[in-house]
Nanobody, 112 residues
Framework: QDQLVESGGGLVQSGGSLTLSCATS????????MGWYRQARGKQRELVAD???????IIGASVKGRVTISRDNAKNTVNLQMNSLKIEDTAVYYC??????WGQGTQVTVVS
């Protein structure tokens, strides 16, 4: 099973920015939809954004206008740039590849 290596989580002030990165193998990167989901305590996991190998993007409704997802083809990495962060963005963020491969999760905590 392929591995997804996440990085970039942490503590940030409300209104700030953060970038999450997810690195994987070349084979996974070029063949699967790559995405970011999040799960806040007591809530269901929800889509933040995903991007197909061809570059088609879907952004989740709760973050629309505040996030950018991109693929770095040289590094087999998907990046999620989050701006204007809100306290309600606090969650564990998971990288995904296809429908059944997940990273271990990285905590994002937004404080006032």
């Amino acid at each position: 099973q392929d591995q997804l290596v996440e990085s970039g989580g942490g503590l940030v002030q409300s209104g700030g920015s953060l970038t999450l990165s997810c690195a994987t193998s070349r084979d996974t990167f070029t063949h699967y939809v790559m995405g970011w989901y999040r799960q806040a305590r007591g809530k269901q996991r929800e889509l933040v954004a995903d991007i197909t190998p061809g570059g088609h993007i879907i952004i989740g409704a709760s973050v629309k206008g505040r996030v950018t997802i991109s693929r770095d083809n040289a590094k087999n990495t998907v990046n999620l740039q989050m701006n204007s962060l809100k306290i309600e963005d606090t969650a564990v963020y998971y990288c995904s590849a296809g429908t059944d491969t997940w990273g271990q999760g990285t905590q994002v905590t937004v404080v006032s």
